[in-house]
């Protein structure tokens, strides 16, 4: 990222406080609070890969989701529930709002944000299109409402590479942001015309090379499995390039019994959970020069917890963390984000 960029997502990342340790009696109880007030509420739970395995769980057990954005984004448009309530980080939340402006919508906290996100202004990216107006203009999903409702498209990294090549088959040249590993990934792949914003994500971008090397000498039947956020130093080295979703696939229908994973460490959970008897390792990171709070773990992921989630369902306004996004704003974004929907349920098809 550009250092400015770097100096937002630093001074964000100063204010991240973790969740205060509970015991195991107090997470029990919290846990059943939360599941009476979902009931009470009409709430569901729909909770992302990278929130820590306790939300997860919880998010199954009540009948709620876990998944990727893009699922969770489905999910929360067709579930009739009235509230939702989204663990993950704001975009996610604002997506949901979009796509259900007649329901509720809460998140833990609404200080759970994105590198990405923090990374790629609406002011700034405007004025970036703007030197570029013959280019389609491809937003990732980790970004504001705002550069959302200035897209052509918005795309996850579940079908990045396809919508590229459909786009680039049409004749179109790209405006790619925010994420550069990620864009330069689709570049390469579908040898489209990309234009990529400077952004990266904190936890993926630590991701190194070298060390992941050295982990695969000592573990040498282990597949690796890497997250195209990821350096593409990193990308070279994969057996396995996918979202988070293809990689869980990957995970359960490979014949390896050990797998090295190049993304958020959240998403352990559920290989564990598909694939009890395989092993699944942490890829290396720059350890002691990260410039990252957690490194395999996303710190804004992390803001999620049973504590905060709680004191939201208990108060009716949600002690001040339900979503809103203007109207005007809304029906802009929506352009962009059902043609992701639509085109990922026609290659769904």
Excluded at 4 to 21: C, F, G, I, N, S
Excluded at 167 to 187: C, F, M, Q, T
Excluded at 232 to 242: H, I, K, R
Excluded at 305 to 331: P, R, T
Aim: proline share 4%; with cysteine.
């Amino acid at each position: 990222m550009t250092a400015e960029a770097q100096a937002r997502v630093q001074a964000h990342l100063a204010k991240v406080e973790p969740d205060d340790t509970l015991s195991d009696e107090q997470r029990a109880s919290y846990r059943d609070r939360i599941k009476a007030l979902l009931r009470q509420r009409d709430a569901v739970l729909v909770a992302h890969y990278y929130t820590d395995p306790e939300i997860q769980s919880l998010a199954e057990e009540t009948g709620g989701c876990v998944s990727d954005s893009l699922e969770m984004a489905r999910f929360g448009k067709d579930h009739p529930a009235s509230t939702l309530i989204v663990a993950g980080v704001k975009f996610m939340g604002e997506t949901a709002k979009i796509l259900s402006p007649e329901k509720r919508v809460f998140m833990p906290t609404l200080e759970a944000t994105c590198s990405l996100d923090i990374g790629c202004p609406e002011d700034e990216f405007s004025a970036f299109c703007d030197e570029h107006p013959d280019r389609t203009v491809v937003v990732y999903a980790n970004t504001s409402a705002a550069v959302k409702a200035r897209a052509d498209w918005v795309v996850t990294s579940s079908i990045a590479v396809e919508l590229i090549e459909h786009l680039d088959s049409n004749g179109e040249k790209i405006l790619w942001a925010p994420d550069k590993h990620l864009g330069g990934y689709v570049r390469d792949k579908s040898g489209a015309d990309v234009l990529c914003w400077d952004g990266a994500c904190i936890v993926h971008e630590e991701f190194k090379a070298k060390g992941l090397h050295d982990l695969k000498a000592a573990y040498p039947d282990a597949a690796i499995l890497v997250h195209p956020e990821s350096p593409a130093s990193v990308v070279a080295m994969a057996d396995v390039v996918g979202s988070t979703s293809q990689l869980i696939k990957a995970a359960c229908e490979m014949d390896n019994e050990a797998f090295i994973v190049a993304t958020d460490k959240g998403i352990f959970y559920k290989m564990q959970q598909l694939a009890p008897g395989k092993t699944f390792l942490e890829a290396p990171t720059a350890g002691s020069g990260a410039t990252c709070r957690s490194c395999a773990h996303c710190p804004w992921m992390a803001m999620n917890g049973l504590q905060n989630m709680l004191a939201v369902l208990e108060d009716e306004n949600g002690m001040g963390q339900e979503i809103f996004v203007n109207e005007g704003l809304a029906e802009k974004a929506m352009v962009p984000l059902n043609r992701m929907l639509d085109f990922g349920q026609s290659l769904k098809g």
